[in-house]
């Protein structure tokens, strides 16, 4: 099992800045993605960013230029870094960490962060 543990998230005006982190814990695989996804009330779960353990990343077209995420091997954390934040960023932030063995892909969720954007 993994455990993963967010933090990070609050509340901010418009055009403000956030940073989210992820820390895993627990059976480690070395091969594995760790992404963002957020949750809009009455919406569904999305893909925000991800990460690869080489460094890969992928980005939805919405926070393209915007968010960076970034990760710490060492320290098995992923951070989001959110700019120019937007109302339409309002959601419940949710750490995912995909873990790889063979063909066999298992996914971890975290328990969920709230980012409110204020217009």
């Known amino acids: 099992q993994v455990q993963l543990v967010e933090s990070g998230g609050g509340l901010v005006q418009a055009g403000g800045s956030l940073r989210l982190s992820c820390a895993a814990s627990g059976s480690i695989f070395s091969i594995n993605t760790m992404g963002w996804y957020r949750q809009a009330p009455g919406k569904q779960r999305e893909l925000v960013a991800a990460?690869?353990?080489?460094?890969?990343?992928d980005y939805s077209n919405s926070v393209k230029g915007r968010f960076t995420i970034s990760r710490d091997n060492a320290k098995n954390t992923v951070y989001l870094q959110m700019n120019s934040l937007k109302p339409e960023d309002t959601g419940v932030y949710y750490c995912n960490r995909r873990q790889y063995s063979g063909v066999i892909s298992v996914d971890y969720w975290g328990q969920g962060t709230q980012v409110t954007v204020s217009s």
């Open positions: 990460i690869t353990n080489v460094g890969s990343t």
